[in-house]
Structures are given as structure tokens and as C-alpha cells.
């Protein structure tokens, strides 16, 4: 079971295929419900995307899974789905975070922003200067 939510968490993030496909069948089976299971795969793609991100080895992502609980047999499925896909999701990451864009010291923006007075008001003193 955890190689096929490893296989359609790894979908979602090549793809971006968010639909709850199969969602219903796995929730059935395993006696949770649907938003469980979509919980679930969530969780795998941040975990298969901070891994890429992090360009985690097999042992490092075994820690890991191993520090969020996991059991042994789905860790080694788990760590195995996500060496096997590896060099996919680590081009789709490395490509994404380029596009993304990232802010440091928001602190200061805001503050510009508010201390700022607004530009009409500038361009109203202007056009009320005396010549």
C-alpha cells in the first residue's frame, strides 16, 4: 500500500495531478476516510520534495522517515520509491525553486510601505506648488 501512495504522491508532483483519483478505494481499505488518505498523500509529496530539495541519500531519507514515525517495511518501501524517482523530482524541485520568488526581511518592506506616504499624495503637493 505504501508504494502505491508513494507513486501517486510522486504523480501529483511531477504533474500536478491533485485529483483525489482511487482516493475512495484506498480509504476503503484501509478503514479511514478519503480526507485521511488525501492527507496522506500530501504528506508523501512534501516529504518526497524536501528530500529532493535537500538531495537527501537513501540513509538520510530512512532517518527521516524513521524520525516521522514511519514502520520499518514502509519506510524501506517509501526510501526505494524515492530513489527509483529520485533525478525526476529533483529536476522538477531544482526548476520550481528557481521560479519562485523568495523574500528576506519582510519587516523592512512593510515598513516602507507604511512609513511611505502614498505616490498621490506627492503628485497633489506638486500640482499645488505656486509658481
Not at 502505491?4 to 475512495?24: H, Q, R, W
Not at 488525501?38 to 509529496?45: A, H, I, P
Not at 518526497?48 to 531519507?61: D, I, L, P, V, Y
Amino acid at each position: 500500500m505504501a508504494q502505491e501512495f508513494a507513486k501517486i504522491s510522486v504523480n501529483i508532483i511531477l504533474k500536478g495531478d491533485t485529483a483525489a483519483k482511487g482516493y475512495t478505494k484506498a480509504s476503503n481499505a484501509l478503514q479511514v476516510t478519503v480526507d485521511a488518505v488525501d492527507q496522506g498523500v500530501k504528506m508523501l509529496c512534501d516529504i518526497f520534495t524536501r528530500g529532493a530539495q535537500a538531495n537527501f541519500s537513501s540513509t538520510q531519507m530512512t532517518e527521516y522517515l524513521k524520525e516521522l514515525g514511519f514502520q520499518d517495511e514502509t519506510r524501506q518501501s517509501l526510501v526505494d520509491y524515492f530513489i527509483e524517482r529520485f533525478n525526476e523530482i529533483r529536476r522538477l524541485v531544482a526548476v520550481s525553486r528557481l521560479n519562485v520568488p523568495s523574500y528576506r526581511r519582510l519587516e523592512w518592506r512593510l515598513d516602507v510601505q507604511v512609513l511611505r506616504p502614498p505616490l498621490f499624495q506627492f503628485e497633489k503637493h506638486m500640482l499645488n506648488v505656486p509658481s
